[in-house]
């Protein structure tokens, strides 16, 4: 290298030293682009070798195994479902079917025990089918087996059982998880008129769709029966309607669905209406429950309705609302409905006595209060009707931030009684602070989280209301104190 750094320096040398130095020099260039070049070869190669490596290894959760011990597991041992009224059909369950192993399995056969024959019907990856082969499930990975049944009528009056079992065939080995229901035959009445009628209570009735009982007809309620309303279910009444339930064997309206989480839920049918031609109807000891109002009734001028031991809850709308009608409410408890519990409206004669009428833990929201009497009806040109209201021995209270006055009457003058009651109220303090009614003090109910509205011990209600000897006995049947008794439907005190 001395003599290059001469030879640049001072420009002595020879032809051959400068070619010499020039070869040199020039080497290094070509040696440099021969690297590159490989190095370009070797990263354009580098994808091409990657994606041959990933098809020539399957990922894991995709290799079937055959090992016996790879078994699946469920979300339960038992798909079950809530009485099913025959031939009308049940709602769908799922169950949930796991892979909890690392590798994919072959499930062989999936079948009802009962193939063909079963009332059970499946529902595997969108296929309606009792059965199904070589369904592949991915390591760690699930899938839904959707399930429903429909029961044949029989002649059982009684709930009867109807089980099955779906079978899962894995690896040679076989697991099965329990189909269970209860059937229950019943009166199916579909929509249409009904002259004079008894619905006995041996089974339940169906409500499908609107049923009216015509003018000039009975229908009769057997004590102990059961009526069931479907979403667009209602019963009108232009006749009479005889309802014969007793404190041991209530009548009972509700929803259709069965499920635990219907129970309270409102809306599910529409509920009681009582038309224009109708009169002398008489309700008794009866659930009315899950409705879009509870009774709703319009017969100016007819001989009254009475509604006498009835739990009407969970109304969209209205527990009892009333048009220019005469109605007897007693001995009822009524509870979280969405607008009034009770109102009359544009007139009318009303007599509520020893009655709860209350909204606690309610997830309506109302903008009404619970009980309302008036001699026009808002909205219309119907005003200034003749209205009178005795409230007699009741409980009309919330737990509402909302609603300071759940008390509403106009004109004043239609209250010809107010007495021994206790109001949650502010506009009316001045009025009803006499006559032994007690205004604004809490109730004390024992439990109305869980909607029991019996008095607790110190409740301000508890022997607080005066003996009406029409009314011996309270809500459930138990004897009232004939000295002492207690506001409400719900008597805690006995002699």
């Avoid at 309802?243 to 635990?260: A, I, Q």
């Amino acid at each position: 290298m001395g003599e290059d750094v001469e030879y640049l320096s001072d420009g002595k040398a020879n032809n051959n030293q400068q070619f010499n130095h020039l070869t040199i020099i020039n080497q290094q260039p070509a040696i440099s682009y021969q690297r590159s070049n490989k190095l370009k070869y070797a990263l354009a190669l580098l994808p091409l070798l990657l994606l041959l490596s990933l098809l020539s290894c399957e990922p894991r959760d995709e290799v079937i195994t055959d090992d016996p011990t790879a078994v699946l597991a469920f979300s339960g041992d038992t798909v079950l479902f809530d009485t099913v009224f025959v031939s009308r059909g049940s709602i769908t369950k799922r169950l949930k079917v796991y892979n909890r192993n690392a590798k994919a399995v072959r499930i062989s056969e999936i079948t009802l025990a009962g193939a063909a024959a079963s009332p059970y019907q499946l529902t595997i990856n969108g296929v309606q089918s009792p059965l199904a082969n070589n369904v592949e499930l991915r390591g760690g990975d699930s899938l839904y087996v959707l399930v429903k049944v429909n029961i044949n009528p029989t002649n059982e009056n009684q709930p009867f059982l109807v089980a099955d079992s779906i079978l899962f065939r894995t690896n040679g080995q076989q697991q099965h998880v329990k189909l269970l229901a209860y059937g229950q035959n019943a009166y199916f009445h579909r929509k249409g008129a009904i002259g004079t009628a008894l619905w006995d209570n041996d089974k339940p009735h169906v409500l499908l769709d609107s049923v009216l009982v015509q003018e000039g007809a009975t229908l009769t309620i057997r004590k102990g029966s059961h009526i069931y309303g479907s979403n667009k279910a209602v019963l009108l009444v232009n006749g009479r309607l005889l309802v014969e339930g007793t404190p041991e064997e209530r009548v009972v309206f509700s929803g259709y669905r069965r499920e635990e989480a219907y129970q309270a839920a409102p809306g599910q049918w529409e509920g009681i209406r009582i038309l224009t031609k109708s009169g002398d109807n008489q309700i008794r000891y009866t659930d009315i429950r899950n409705t879009l109002y509870g009774l709703r009734i319009g017969n100016p001028g007819k001989a009254g309705t009475l509604v006498e031991g009835c739990i009407i809850a969970d109304a969209y709308l209205d527990g009892i609302v009333a048009f220019t009608s005469d109605v007897q409410v007693l001995n009822t408890l009524i509870y979280n409905c969405g607008q009034y519990g009770f109102g009359g409206l544009g007139g009318g004669n009303y007599e509520v006595l020893h009655s709860t009428i209350v909204s606690y833990h309610n997830k309506l929201v109302r903008e009404t209060p619970l009980f309302v009497v008036t001699d026009f009806i808002p909205g219309t040109e119907i005003e200034d009707k003749a209205t009178s209201l005795r409230l007699t021995n009741s409980i009309v209270y919330s737990d509402s931030h909302a609603m300071e006055d759940e008390v509403l009457i106009s004109p004043l003058s239609a209250a010809t009684e107010i007495s021994h009651n206790l109001l949650r109220t502010s506009v009316y303090i001045p009025n009803w602070q006499e006559s032994d009614n007690k205004l604004n003090a809490e109730p004390k109910f024992k439990k109305p989280a869980k909607f029991d509205f019996s008095l607790d011990t110190l409740s301000p209600a508890s022997n607080a209301a005066h003996y009406l000897p029409r009314l011996p006995l309270d809500l459930k049947g138990q004897a009232r104190s004939t000295t002492q008794p207690d506001m409400g439907a719900l008597e805690r005190t006995i002699d």
